[in-house]
């Protein structure tokens, strides 16, 4: 699959993830008006935090999409970084403070609760809504978990790909925060206790204030300029030892300059008797190389430089 692709794929994921928590946040709304549960409310601002995360991560996927120019180099890949943080913390501030916050209310001062009916009915709708886009995630994530062979798991610790591993998440807490929310309902209504419903509220702000961490946590270190997985490391250095006149390569340094974009610089010693035409000639090869195994790698710089024969460096790059 090429880069275009997936980024297609990406801005379905993004749009079908963004139109579902739309039409929720507001059903979930007017039922949690109605019943006057907190964890109704709570779900109503999950899923509005949610919606604002989607158009943040749409303008990451089409901010960062923008081809390179002269102020700009390297592209604008990271750009696409920044808005996925601040998608991150809008979940944080938007969805986690205000179900946590409401929750501790509910649990110190009580609250009027009416019917219960229409909650449950859209909880029940909400679910079928955010399975439809959690399993068009998980569908994402498995193809290219297959194609990277590696686990679903460790594909989204490592992917540069932040809108598909944000949409996954914040599906997964979804999914998680209507059961909760439907659990503190039910307690509410079978107990005559409102303490329930509040605590359901807490348990969703908490869970959405994991995912944030976790989405925070992951942009940054892109931000900083993460470097490829080890795997791929590896096997670029491989290929760049595999070159006839290459004795080794002490140094290799990588970059993620975007989800479709990789930085490859290495100090290179070659064979102290070849001209400077052959080295530029294996350099050129280098390149082809590297780019016919890794789509993604746009920018392959080279230096010849004095090593040790054998004496490469590998098991770079996140493990």
Known sequence: MTGEEEGNESVGTVILAGGANLLIAAAKMAAGLVSGSAAMLSESAHSLADTVTEVFLFVALRRGSKPADEAHPFGHGKESFV?????????????????????????????????????????????????????????????????????????????????????????????????????GLLLSELTGSDVWDGVASVVIGLLLFVVAGILARSNVSLLVGRAVPRR?????????????????????????????????AAKVDFQDEVTAGEVEAASDDAERRLRARYPTIRYVFLDPTRGTAGRSHVDGGVE
């Open 232 to 264: 791929m490391h590896n096997q670029i250095a491989q290929d760049l030892n595999e070159i006839p006149i290459v004795v080794a390569v002490p140094t290799l340094l990588t970059m993620q300059l975007g989800p479709g974009d990789i930085l490859v």
């Open 83 to 183: 808005w996925a943080f601040i998608a991150s913390l809008f979940t944080f501030v938007g969805g986690a403070g205000f179900s946590i916050y409401h929750g501790v209310t509910t649990i110190v001062h009580g609250e009027e609760i009416g019917s219960f009916l229409w909650s449950y009915v859209v909880l029940a709708v909400s679910f079928v809504a955010e399975g439809t886009s959690f399993l068009r995630a998980k569908r994402q994530v498995a193809g290219e978990s297959r194609r990277w062979g590696i686990t679903p798991q460790r594909f989204l610790r490592l992917t540069p790909d932040t809108t598909v591993k944000a949409v996954y998440f914040e599906d997964s807490a979804a999914l998680v925060g209507l059961v909760a929310a439907g659990l």
